[in-house]
């Protein structure tokens, strides 16, 4: 009976530690979202082609370009720099719930190894061309 009762207590502390998780990478993208936001307004009014909030005034080749590379850009720093340089290699939210960006064996991961990881997350969410095919 006591060894239901422990795997109970490793189930539910693994359900808690991924809600955890779920909920630091939930505010982290909301937080990256409105660093993005910023930095879009800001280069559409310093482009000329937003208005004086930064909403995109008319849609252009040039405005796509910038939204595109700005996304990256601050993701990037988001999720690579920011953990990066910090001492416990972490983005803000996780900062907060004490978790940590860890290489295997515990120790700090490269700056290689963190872009890495960013751009696979980015090509493993990212859809494929049969997921934008239209279906018969």
Do not use: H, Q
Request: charged residues 20%; aromatic residues 12%; proline residues 3%.
């Amino acid at each position: 009976m006591s060894k239901k009762s422990k795997i109970k207590i490793e189930e539910d502390t693994k359900t808690e530690y991924f809600i955890k998780r779920v909920f630091a990478y939930m505010i982290d993208w909301y937080i990256s979202a409105v660093f993005l936001n910023l930095a879009i307004r800001l280069s559409l009014i310093f482009t000329g082609l937003g208005d004086e909030y930064g909403a995109l005034v008319t849609r252009s080749n040039k405005a796509d370009a910038i939204i595109i590379v700005m996304s990256l850009i601050i993701a990037f720093i988001y999720y690579v720099l920011i953990p990066y340089t910090s001492k416990t290699t972490s983005t803000i939210m996780n900062k907060v719930m004490k978790f940590e960006i860890v290489n295997m064996d515990g120790s700090k991961p490269s700056l290689l190894t963190l872009t890495k990881r960013y751009f696979l997350c980015l090509l493993y969410t990212s859809p494929s061309p049969r997921d934008l095919s239209t279906s018969r």
